[in-house]
């Protein structure tokens, strides 16, 4: 069965450090690939997702991800993070020919002031 | 915001009730969701629809069914609630084909005493 590995449960930054969260999946044909972000308390809401061409693509609040193919990798990046940026992160891929979206963990980000 | 929402909010129950919880969207989606989230296991998929009286189950489905009678509302019910059900669920829909991105209702709490 297909599944999405977020390495990371727990990170804690201090504002402007920079940010990577890892993300792999196990399928080996053609993929969506989307972060997620769930801030305390609120529903989840899309960061950035991934069907084809540049595989570097950039989502809102300044975040972006990386598509490594040979690696079944989606990592998420921020150059400097801010203290709203404390939030459950969430990767998600979609194989082709399904209408079901797996899950990772999620990864929870606390940014210190 | 995809025009979803969901109903309780917040419930409470007892172990052996019967819950059903609501989701209306206002958009026409064809593709509804729900899934429940807990700590350490992110978002795992109960049941799915892809259409009015067409549905399917997804990987923790067992003590949940659902119905859709209407293209606006997927309604998700424990015919018996355990304890193992307190969660949060969320309902979500897939905006179609060209896009093929989940968006999420705000969630509701359940409490099974």
């Known amino acids: 069965a297909q599944s999405v590995s977020q390495h990371n449960h727990h990170v804690i930054l201090s504002e402007a450090a920079s940010l990577e969260l890892g993300c792999n999946y196990s399928?080996?044909?053609?993929?969506?690939l989307f972060w997620y972000v769930q801030y305390p308390g609120q529903h989840l809401q899309l960061l950035l997702k991934?069907?084809?061409?540049?595989?570097l693509v950039k989502g809102i609040k300044g975040f972006e991800a990386e598509f490594i193919k040979s690696k079944f990798s989606f990592n998420l990046r921020k150059p400097s993070v801010q203290w709203s940026d404390t939030a459950e992160y969430f990767c998600a891929v979609k194989t082709s020919g399904t209408y079901k979206y797996i899950f990772g963990t999620g990864t929870r980000l606390k940014v210190l002031a | 915001d995809a025009g979803i929402t969901q109903s309780p909010r917040h419930k409470v129950t007892e172990t052996g009730t019967p819950v059903t919880l609501r989701c209306h969207q206002t958009e026409n989606h064809r593709y509804m969701y729900w899934y429940r989230q807990d700590p350490g296991h992110g978002l795992r998929l109960i049941h799915y629809?892809?259409?009015?009286?067409?549905?399917d189950k997804g990987e923790v489905s067992d003590g949940y069914s659902v119905s859709r009678s209407k293209t606006e509302d997927f309604l998700l019910t424990l015919e018996s609630a355990t304890s193992s059900q307190t969660s949060v669920y969320f309902c979500?829909?897939?905006?179609?084909?060209?896009?093929?991105?989940?968006?999420f209702g705000p969630g509701t709490r359940l409490t099974v005493l």
């Open positions: 991934y069907f084809s061409g540049d595989p």
């Open positions: 979500a829909i897939r905006s179609g084909q060209r896009t093929d991105t989940q968006y």
């Open positions: 629809s892809y259409g009015v009286k067409d549905t």
């Open positions: 399928y080996g044909g053609t993929v969506n």
